[in-house]
């Protein structure tokens, strides 16, 4: 089956700066990569994701690179702030079955 | 509000109980999950159903047993309660089984059980 995993587990950034997180998955079938922001108290929130065919994604602050020769996938955040804190999950998807990696708590300093 | 939701959001119980765990979503969604999340906020699968089927189940105890009476609703129960089942178990909705397009998953907010 599928396993991802995911590094840093902890990540500390000064507000302004960016921050990034990567994912290696081992399923060259999965095809479908999310990203979830999990704010404490509350469950996983989608905050991009991207698809095997497709190489890099954008939607603001937030970016999404994909290298499937590789099988590694990341995550950008730029300008951070500390609303940006939280713990993020990446995940590979292939169908029906979803593979979390074990997540980074990102701080963000003020 | 349209969303996933689960009841109780916090469980406390003594090992050897049952417990239920209750979700219901109004996405019009056909495929629901639970999921196990434990003290590392690692996040595992545990089932899937679409459309009241059984479509995945991880290898979990079958202490613990899903229940779908509708599309709109799948419910976990748990037997003899243990202290490891302690975790946040979330809930989770997409509109088909796969990775079609538009097809995220959806997470409750999630039930803090702890067995003591």
């Known amino acids: 089956g599928e396993n991802v995993e995911q590094h840093p587990s902890t990540l500390s950034v000064q507000e302004g700066d960016s921050a990034v997180i990567k994912c290696t998955y081992s399923?060259?079938?999965?095809?479908?990569f999310p990203w979830y922001k999990q704010e404490l108290g509350k469950g996983p929130q989608l905050i991009i994701d991207i698809r095997s065919n497709v190489g890099e994604k954008k939607d603001q602050r937030i970016a999404v690179t994909l290298n499937k020769t590789a099988k590694h996938f990341s995550l950008h955040i730029t300008e951070t702030q500390p609303e940006d804190s939280a713990v993020y999950f990446c995940a590979a998807r292939n169908n029906n079955d979803m593979r979390f990696g074990a997540g980074t708590r990102l701080t963000v300093k003020p | 509000d349209t969303a996933v939701s689960q009841t109780p959001k916090y469980l406390v119980t003594q090992m050897g109980n049952d417990k239920s765990i209750k979700c219901e979503q109004n996405l019009g969604h056909d495929t629901m999950y639970w999921y196990k999340q434990d003290s590392k906020k690692f996040l595992k699968i545990m089932f899937s159903y679409n459309n009241k089927e059984l479509i995945i189940n991880e290898t979990v105890p079958n202490r613990f047993s899903p229940k779908s009476p509708d599309k709109a609703h799948l419910n976990l129960h748990i037997n003899s309660l243990e202290l490891g089942d302690s975790a946040v178990y979330f809930c989770?909705?997409?509109?088909?089984?796969?990775?079609?397009?538009?097809?995220?998953?959806?997470f409750g907010p999630g039930t803090r059980l702890t067995v003591l």
């Open positions: 989770a909705s997409s509109l088909l089984p796969g990775t079609r397009k538009n097809n995220e998953q959806f």
């Open positions: 399923d060259s079938a999965s095809n479908y």
